[in-house]
Every structure is written in C-alpha cells, then in structure tokens.
C-alpha cells in the first residue's frame, strides 16, 4: 500500500482541514450523500484534483477499508508562485524555475529535484493533472531535495507561463528538433526552463508559449536523452551562464 494514501471520510476530512498539500482525491463513483458532499468542498476550497474512480479500484488500494474516498496525500508541501519569486528576490538573485510539462516518472521528477537544489533553482513548477506529484518515490529519489526545493502545482501551464513572461521572465524549452544548441543560447537573467513528457516532449500550447526553444546535440543512434539527464545538462549551463556571465 503506498504510504501516502490516506482513506476513509473522517480521515481525508481531516487532512484536507490540516492544510497539508494533497496530491488528488479519488471517491468512488455514486458516491454523493452528505460526508461526501463535505469532502468536494473542502477539496474546492484547498485546490485538490477530485477524480471519480471504480469501488473495486478503492477496494485493491485500499484493502476495502476506504468508505468511498482515498487521498494521495503529498510527501512535502506544495509553494506558491509568489513565493518562488518572492525567494528569489530575497537573495537578490534573477528568477531561476523549472516547468516539468506533463512528466509522468517519480524517479526522474527526483532526480531533476536532486539537481534544482544543487544549481540553486528558485522553483519547480508542476500540472495538477496528467503529471507525476510529490510523492514518496519523488522524495527518497531527491535524497531530501524535495524538502528543500519549492514546488507548485497549477492548473493553467499556458496561463502560468503567460504571468511569468509578463514579471519579464525568458520561457525556454528544451526540444530535440530545435536549431539552436544550448550552449550557443543566452540563458543568463529570469529563466523558465522547460523540461517535456518523457516520450512526447513539450504539449504544442507550451511549445508555442516558449521565447526560444534549445536542443542538447546528439551524434549516437538514441535521438533522445533521459529526462533528468537532459534536465542536468541545461541546469548546469544554466548554472554556468548566471555565475560566470552576467
């Protein structure tokens, strides 16, 4: 059982109430009387991803134990976009944050955690739906960075990305097919740095939201690097241009 499922109603209740960064909510299909009903407001007002799934699934999750609702609860909590930028004007330093869009593997949101922390990344940002959330294997596989690295979920990537533009921040995403090497990109000043889906890369509305796209050179028969290695290349020279060049 994973051990950050959280289920039963008084239980998911609670934990809503407590504040603490949930990653979704499944109640079970039919499932609408008054407890329930509690449950969707408090997930309304916290922000939580509500999905309808089958008893059975509940059943094999949970041991048949859940009354009808099982939450995912988060390993760290989640940050707001404020306070990245915040952070980040509290040292003085231009914005410096990663959007992960649509990344589906624990191991390597880990891993690309383990490397922000390392290179000094402000934030993390995340889609609450169709994306991997921090969860145990995220935080084991950051040995730690998870706690030390702010991420925020948001609902609208387009949107996000728009704002950030907007405060003067470059959107740059890393895609095989583009023309310009990283190492011939200005990657000095307030950065969005994209990392893609392991196997689609970026979705076409954040590719199209992107000031410039970057490619890592490749001359081998595999066309594509691991996405936490790709994301480590471009940290690191993003690291290198903001110390060395600016």
Do not use: W
């Not at 809503?16 to 079970?28: C, F």
């Not at 404020?82 to 624990?106: M, R, T, W």
């Not at 706690?147 to 895609?175: F, I, M």
């Not at 011939?184 to 000043?189: K, M, N, Y």
């Amino acid at each position: 059982m994973d051990d950050n499922l959280i289920f039963g109603r008084n239980a998911v209740a609670e934990l809503l109430k407590s504040g603490h960064s949930v990653n979704r909510i499944l109640i079970a299909e039919g499932s609408r009387d008054g407890s329930i009903q509690k449950i969707f407001a408090l997930a309304k007002t916290a922000g939580v991803v509500v999905e309808f799934a089958s008893r059975d699934k509940l059943d094999k999750l949970c041991g048949g134990r859940h009354q009808g609702v099982a939450a995912y609860a988060a390993a760290a909590d989640y940050s707001t976009l404020e306070e990245v930028l915040e952070l980040a004007e509290s040292k003085h330093e231009p914005p410096f944050i990663i959007l992960l869009d649509e990344l589906e593997d624990p191991q390597n949101f880990g891993a690309i955690l383990r490397t922000a922390e390392a290179v000094g990344v402000h934030g993390v940002i995340i889609p609450k739906r169709r994306s991997v959330q921090l969860n145990a294997t995220v935080f084991k596989t950051s040995a730690g960075a998870a706690q030390y690295v702010k991420v925020v979920q948001v609902t609208n990537v387009a949107q996000t990305l728009k704002r950030l533009r907007e405060v003067g921040l470059k959107v740059v995403g890393s895609d095989m097919n583009a023309e310009l090497d990283f190492k011939q990109a200005d990657l000095t000043g307030g950065l969005v740095l994209i990392i893609g889906n392991e196997g689609k890369g970026m979705r076409r509305l954040t590719r199209e939201s992107c000031d410039e796209l970057i490619r890592i050179p490749m001359v081998g028969k595999i066309n594509s690097l691991n996405a936490s290695v790709a994301g480590a290349l471009l940290m690191y020279e993003i690291f290198f241009q903001r110390r060395y060049k600016q």
